[in-house]
């Protein structure tokens, strides 16, 4: 599907929810894709892009920025501490906050870098044991602990389980956030991402829809 689709498709979504048209952001997650895949999609004009790990967005976005200079870049998957630094340079937000050793990491780090990326606090909204993310009843105390540590805290993020009806998964994440005071949320993928925006989705994640399976 090409990217002129996928942006019809998401205005159609934000009229049927009744929502304003522009009010949901679209993150082409262009992890594992190789250039002849993300390049025409920079050159059509999109400039907000999601990658997975840190170490591959670093090998090929700054040649990138190079020619393609107002790029976004966005971390979505989780992260080590240990690349927490790494990531904070190369990244303008990170989707994966999910634990207080991480948001001390980030506080530490932005004194000393000057500046901080947009933070989403991960909430594993179905309770999965291998997945990343704060379970739900212990999200609001790690958004009260990364704020009070002056973190710029913006949204929460899930990824609901592959089995499950995604429906109550967003609703869920919905609801934490508006209790916590939080504007975005980022849910919704190239199989969701309609349902996501009919329950309030500010920021769509979507890889495979617009540049293809990954290989
Ligand atoms: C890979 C990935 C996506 C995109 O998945 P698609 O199914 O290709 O749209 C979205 N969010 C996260 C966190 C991912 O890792």
Same mark, same amino acid.
């Given at each position: 599907?090409?990217?002129?689709?996928?942006?019809?498709?998401?205005?159609?979504?934000?009229?049927?929810?009744?929502?304003?048209?522009?009010?949901?952001? =679209?993150?082409?997650?262009?992890?594992?894709?190789?250039?002849? +895949?993300?390049?025409?999609? $920079?050159?059509?004009?999109? #400039? *907000? &892009?999601?990658?997975?790990?840190?170490?591959?967005?670093?090998?090929?976005?700054?040649?990138?920025?190079?020619?393609?200079?107002?790029?976004?870049?966005?971390?979505?998957?989780?992260?080590?501490?240990?690349?927490?630094?790494?990531?904070?340079?190369?990244?303008?937000?990170?989707?994966? =906050?999910?634990?207080?050793?991480?948001?001390?990491?980030?506080? +530490?780090?932005?004194?000393? $870098?000057?500046?901080?990326? #947009? *933070? &989403?606090?991960?909430?594993?909204?179905?309770?999965?044991?291998?997945?990343?993310?704060?379970?739900?009843?212990?999200?609001?105390?790690?958004?009260?602990?990364?704020?009070?540590?002056?973190?710029?805290?913006?949204?929460?993020?899930?990824?609901?389980?592959?089995?499950?009806?995604?429906?109550?998964?967003?609703?869920?994440?919905?609801?934490?956030?508006? +209790?916590?005071?939080?504007?975005?949320?980022?849910?919704?993928?190239?199989?969701?991402?309609?349902?996501?925006?009919?329950?309030?989705?500010?920021?769509?994640?979507?890889?495979?829809?617009?540049?293809?399976?990954?290989?």
């Amino acid at each position: 599907m090409s990217l002129t689709e996928i942006t019809a498709r998401i205005a159609q979504a934000e009229s049927a929810a009744k929502r304003p048209a522009g009010s949901v952001k =679209l993150i082409a997650v262009s992890k594992e894709q190789p250039p002849e +895949r993300v390049l025409p999609v $920079l050159e059509a004009g999109h #400039r *907000l &892009f999601g990658e997975n790990r840190v170490q591959e967005a670093a090998g090929k976005w700054p040649d990138w920025r190079q020619d393609f200079t107002d790029v976004e870049l966005h971390l979505l998957g989780p992260l080590q501490t240990n690349k927490a630094r790494q990531a904070m340079e190369l990244f303008q937000a990170i989707h994966s =906050l999910d634990r207080p050793k991480l948001a001390r990491t980030f506080a +530490r780090l932005a004194q000393e $870098l000057g500046h901080c990326p #947009r *933070l &989403f606090v991960q909430v594993n909204t179905g309770a999965e044991p291998q997945k990343a993310g704060v379970l739900p009843d212990d999200a609001d105390s790690l958004i009260a602990e990364a704020r009070a540590m002056d973190l710029p805290v913006i949204g929460l993020m899930c990824i609901p389980p592959l089995d499950e009806d995604a429906v109550a998964h967003f609703s869920l994440l919905a609801q934490v956030a508006a +209790r916590n005071g939080l504007d975005e949320l980022s849910m919704g993928m190239s199989d969701d991402f309609e349902t996501a925006i009919a329950e309030g989705a500010t920021y769509i994640r979507v890889g495979s829809a617009i540049f293809g399976a990954r290989r």
